[in-house]
């Protein structure tokens, strides 16, 4: 048997991709973070252009500049970053610029500031590329959010970087501008570095989203079209850095990837040039679903945060078989745990599935595990 490398032993499989392997039918699965939507016709119709018009060799390794230049004013108008068509580079998926932030900048006793909890993913590049992760507490009392004076009370010598993601993956978190302004001071103050990853910036129902980048320069910017357009399987995304940031990251980027698909920077382009206005019947459909599953897991004695953000809840369930019961129960759930310490006793539950199949999934709940 070939021994693996040591930086893989201490990491483990997804338990949300684990999701992906459900086998009953039947179940309703509130347990994968992609939206039930299809792709906008406009931009599967650029993208069918895009095969027949044969596009299909290599970009260049940052990507089409015509998606490159739209991704610049996309930044200019809706972050107030002011970058350019060099310093982005168009990704395959920002779990591609996630990788790429980690590999190029994180070395061994690099310490990596990360919210508890947070995505597992954050948590698995850090330890591949040998950083060390300082936990700060994200409260239920705070609604989750990462308040920027428990981020100052972890800075040391050895902090090399902070992880950020409003809205937040598990909890739907939104930050306070006045927090992301701070922790921005934060970092050019004690020179590290911000990875922002913003990929549901669209997905906020009563607040407005803040970028970092705004207000320092020692920040990546990563972002996406999986969420906002529905894009998950076609691996799509980019990220924009100061230019000395920027060539360190196209180092990981050339060397591994190449180039993101041809077929699906051209639908990147139709989504950024193209109308929106499917973005907000999207949006305006998730919040409904949020006020469903909120109002119904408090009805059930299971206190919810009313998420603000992307399309999670992160319900306090401290039963520590409510997983596999709900499941056994036709209901698909992931622990908390799984997002870090501060998950346990936490559930996370998506509502990127239909009204009608979360009501009937808060149904099942009720009857076969509150009222049994």
């Known amino acids: 048997m070939i021994n693996p490398a040591t930086r893989t032993k201490t990491i483990e499989l997804s338990q ?210 999986s969420k906002t357009y529905a894009m998950t399987g076609l691996r799509i995304g980019y990220l924009t850095a100061d230019e000395n940031l920027c060539e360190e990251l196209l180092k990981i980027h050339q060397y591994n990837i190449a180039c993101a698909t041809t077929t699906s920077q051209r639908g990147a382009i139709e989504a950024l040039k193209g109308p929106q206005d499917t973005v907000k019947k999207m949006v305006n459909e998730f919040k409904n679903r949020r006020d469903l599953i909120v109002g119904r897991l408090n009805e059930m004695g299971y206190e919810t945060v009313n998420a603000e953000g992307a399309f999670y809840v992160f319900p306090k369930i401290e039963d520590e078989d409510f997983v596999s019961k709900s499941a056994k129960a036709g209901v698909i759930t992931v622990p908390g745990v799984a997002f870090g310490s501060n998950g346990k006793g936490h559930v996370r539950m998506s509502y990127a599935n239909s009204y009608e199949n979360i009501k009937k999934a808060m149904d099942i709940l009720e009857e076969r595990i509150v009222n049994e």
């Open 16 to 225: 949300i991709r684990k999701m992906f392997e459900v086998t009953n039918p039947n179940a309703i699965n509130l347990g994968i973070g992609e939206p039930d939507f299809d792709v906008p016709e406009n931009i599967k119709k650029a993208m069918i252009e895009s095969i027949n018009e044969n596009d299909t060799h290599y970009t260049p390794n940052k990507g089409y500049i015509e998606l490159r230049e739209e991704i610049t004013k996309k930044f200019k108008k809706e972050n107030d970053i002011n970058t350019n068509p060099e310093n982005i580079i168009v990704t395959v998926g920002a779990s591609e610029a996630l990788y790429m932030c980690a590999q190029a900048f994180i070395e061994k006793e690099d310490e990596v500031l990360l919210p508890n909890p947070s995505f597992l993913s954050y948590e698995a590049c850090i330890k591949l590329a040998g950083g060390k992760i300082t936990p700060v507490e994200c409260k239920m009392e705070n609604e989750f959010k990462l308040k920027a004076d428990d981020v100052s009370e972890k800075i040391n010598k050895n902090t090399k970087a902070i992880i950020l993601n409003s809205p937040s993956n598990p909890t739907g978190a939104v930050m306070d501008k006045e927090d992301i302004k701070a922790i921005a001071d934060l970092s050019t103050d004690n020179n590290f570095l911000i990875i922002s990853d913003e990929i549901y910036e669209k997905i906020i129902y009563d607040k407005k989203h803040y970028s970092p980048a705004k207000w320092s320069d020692n920040v990546v910017t990563l972002n996406g079209f």
